[in-house]
C-alpha cells in the first residue's frame, strides 16, 4: 500500500491502514519530525471509536486509551526522547508491545531491535506542503 493524501483525507487513510493491519498488534510508523505521525494516529483510534483524549505522547512517552467494547488497552507510544533500548525497557515500551493490546508507536527506527516480528511498519514522509506519503514497509 502506498497513498499520497492530504489532511482532509487522513480519516479515509486511517481507515485504509487500520484494515492493513488486521491480525497485527504493534504498527510501526517512521517518519521525521512534523510529517503527520501522531495525526494519523489520532485518526486511526477515533476510527476505533476511542473516545479519550488523545495527545503526543513525546513527554509522557505512553499514552493508553480505552477502546470502547475492548478489554484491552490501546497503548500510543512515542520512543523520540528514549536514549537507549534500556530506557525504552524501563519505560514498559516492550511491556506494551508484548501483551497482545494493540500499540501505535512513533519513531520505532530509534530502537528497531524491540519490535516483535509481527509488526507492521510503516513509513510518512513529506511529498509536498500539505502532501504526505504513507507506505506500508514489507
Ligand atoms: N497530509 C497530512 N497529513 C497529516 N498531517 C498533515 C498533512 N498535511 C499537513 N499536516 C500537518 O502536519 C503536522 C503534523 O504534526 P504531527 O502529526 O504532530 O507530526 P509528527 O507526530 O509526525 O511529529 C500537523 O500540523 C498537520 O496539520
Ligand atoms: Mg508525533
Known amino acids: 500500500m502506498v497513498v499520497e493524501f492530504s489532511l482532509e483525507k487522513v480519516n479515509d487513510v486511517a481507515k485504509r491502514l ?3 493491519a488486521a491480525g497485527y498488534q504493534v504498527l510501526a510508523l517512521q517518519g521525521s519530525m512534523g510529517v503527520g505521525k501522531t495525526t ?3 485518526a486511526m ?6 473516545t479519550d483524549t488523545i495527545s503526543s505522547p513525546t513527554f ?10 475492548s478489554s484491552s488497552a490501546v497503548y500510543h507510544i512515542d520512543l523520540y526522547r528514549l536514549q537507549s533500548k534500556a530506557e ?25 531491535e524491540i519490535f516483535p516480528p509481527q509488526t507492521l511498519h510503516c513509513k510518512l514522509t513529506i511529498v509536498g506542503e500539505s502532501l504526505r506519503r504513507l507506505e506500508i514497509i514489507l
Open 18 to 20: 487500520l484494515a492493513q
Open 40 to 42: 494519523l494516529i489520532t
Open 45 to 50: 483510534c477515533r476510527e476505533l471509536g476511542i
Open 60 to 69: 509522557s512517552i505512553i499514552n493508553e486509551y480505552q477502546k470502547p467494547g
Open 88 to 112: 525504552a525497557v524501563n519505560a514498559g515500551v516492550e511491556d506494551c508491545l508484548y501483551n497482545g493490546g494493540l500499540s501505535f508507536v512513533e519513531w520505532p527506527e530509534k530502537f528497531p
